[in-house]
């Protein structure tokens, strides 16, 4: 993407799953694959696109199945403590982000003022506008839910028009395709065939969210370099959900 491409989006919410902090299969943060990620989203920055990220924290811990294997964690604690995984996320992030030159903020909803500004809405979109990316961290600041609602949820407290789900795979899919390879891959569906056929987006409650406001899901693969700024720009890679998809295949 150049300078001279204008986004299709004013304003994002991408939403990066912890695995993508790592090696495929392994755990904790691989800084080159964090890199990647961040010179991918610097290209994307010229062309004036107003970006917020929520990190997950899955690399590190997931309360629930951190609490299922544990007789002793209570399962709040284990849901903050994957909390504070998506902080240690987002200082990684911010750290590849600033060593590409682009100037952000991380905004966290536990407060933690040594590392974080804690999260304010107004205050995130000031820095939106000034060109800023914000990291936003911690998800929603309470337990038993998912990064996914925290992103259905800040989009639309920032005003987002769309949230980006970055996966390792093309998009949704009418089956597996690792067990099925003759799955279809949808390039436009709507909220309601994705629920008529059950398929996997985001966990129900973030879904259920961004359904009930209109607000579009695009699924895409961030792996394949420069993906970031394709969807931003508004080319049809991955699958978009919204009100009135066309359930169209590929
Ligand atoms: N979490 C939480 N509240 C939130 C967001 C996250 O309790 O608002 C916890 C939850 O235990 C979750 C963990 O933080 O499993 C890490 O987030 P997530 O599983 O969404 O990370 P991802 O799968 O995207 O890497």
């Known amino acids: 993407m150049t300078a001279d491409d204008s986004p299709a989006y004013k304003r994002v919410l991408l939403k990066i799953s912890g695995e993508s902090f790592c090696h495929n299969g392994e755990s904790g943060i691989s800084m080159p694959e964090v890199t990647s990620i961040a010179e991918q989203i610097r290209d994307v920055m010229t062309s004036g696109v107003e970006l917020a990220i929520v990190c997950g924290g899955g690399n590190i811990l997931r309360g629930k199945d951190f609490a299922e294997v544990s007789d002793t964690i209570i399962p709040s604690t284990a849901h903050y403590m994957g909390m504070l995984a998506t902080v240690i996320n987002a200082l990684a992030l911010q750290d590849a982000l600033e060593t590409a030159g682009v100037p952000t903020r ?145």
């Open 106 to 250: 991380v905004q966290s909803a536990i407060r933690m003022e040594g590392v974080a500004e804690p999260f304010i809405r107004r205050r995130c979109i000031r820095h939106l506008e000034k060109g800023r990316v914000v990291i936003l961290a911690a998800g929603t600041g309470s337990p038993f839910v998912t990064t996914d609602t925290a992103a259905a949820l800040r989009a639309r407290e920032i005003d987002a028009s769309v949230v980006l789900k970055a996966t390792k795979v093309d998009g949704i899919y009418s089956e597996d395709p690792v067990r099925n390879p003759h799955a279809i891959r949808y390039t436009e569906i709507s909220y309601r065939e994705v629920l008529d056929q059950n398929l996997q987006v985001m966990d129900a409650q973030a879904f259920h969210h961004c359904m009930e406001h209109r607000l579009p899901i695009v699924v895409f693969n961030y792996k394949r370099v420069g993906n970031i700024g394709r969807v931003i720009s508004g080319d049809t890679i991955g699958t978009r959900v919204s009100a009135n998809g066309s359930s169209d295949a590929q």
